[in-house]
């Protein structure tokens, strides 16, 4: 495997954690819009993009899924006890996919506790911009591939309950908004006792 460049050094601005959409929501169902340039204002959604999915923890995430409709990408992969290796791209582009394939088990951040398992190519080649606006280029495999597949995914609107049959789609997307309904009352109850 040709592990992915780092990115270079980020802005060393404060990261924030944003909120993440939990589906259904018609962000996460958008066609991002390419991003033009990579200028501090990208960098620092980069930045709360990865203190965002290093808190939930995933191991990747995808702009729309914290409300900013740009194709914009954060994964980071490795083993928990491994060094940390972010990997951040902007407007990610699969160049080539492998006949092999691969099953495998994916969860996602805005469809939280479900698993699935999605079959997909097993390696492929993506090039896109740094942080530093530079062109990158890179094979992945292993959990990468799925991930980067998975994100880029996202970037289209498209989730990983769309591989799986509409009926246990719609069983996940009414559990969801259950989900959703609990976490307002909760938010609801949290405000009416904090006035
Ligand atoms: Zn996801």
Redesign the pocket.
């Known amino acids: 495997m040709i592990f992915p460049p780092r990115p270079r050094r980020l802005t060393g601005m404060t990261a924030q954690i944003r909120p993440i959409l939990i589906h259904p929501d018609r962000r996460l169902r958008a066609e991002c819009e390419p991003v033009a340039e990579v200028d501090d204002s990208i960098r620092a959604l980069i930045e709360d993009m990865l203190a965002t999915m290093y808190d939930a923890p995933g191991v990747?995430l995808?702009a729309p899924?914290v409300g900013v409709l740009k194709r914009v990408i954060v994964m980071d992969c490795v083993d928990k006890d491994a060094l940390p290796a972010p990997v951040a791209m902007v407007n990610p582009e699969i160049l080539r996919v492998s006949e092999e394939l691969n099953v495998h088990e994916e969860g996602?951040?805005?469809v939280p506790e479900e698993y699935v398992e999605v079959t997909r190519p097993a390696r492929v080649r993506v090039r896109w911009l740094d942080a530093a606006g530079a062109p990158q280029e890179a094979d992945f495999e292993g959990l990468w591939a799925t991930c980067v597949q998975?994100?880029i995914d996202?970037l289209d609107g498209r989730?990983?309950i769309d591989y799986v049959g509409p009926l246990k789609r719609k069983l996940i997307t009414e559990r969801m908004k259950k989900l959703k309904r609990a976490r307002a009352r909760e938010q609801e109850e949290r405000e009416a006792g904090v006035a």
């Open positions: 990747g995808a899924q996602c951040l805005s998975h994100e996202h989730l990983f």
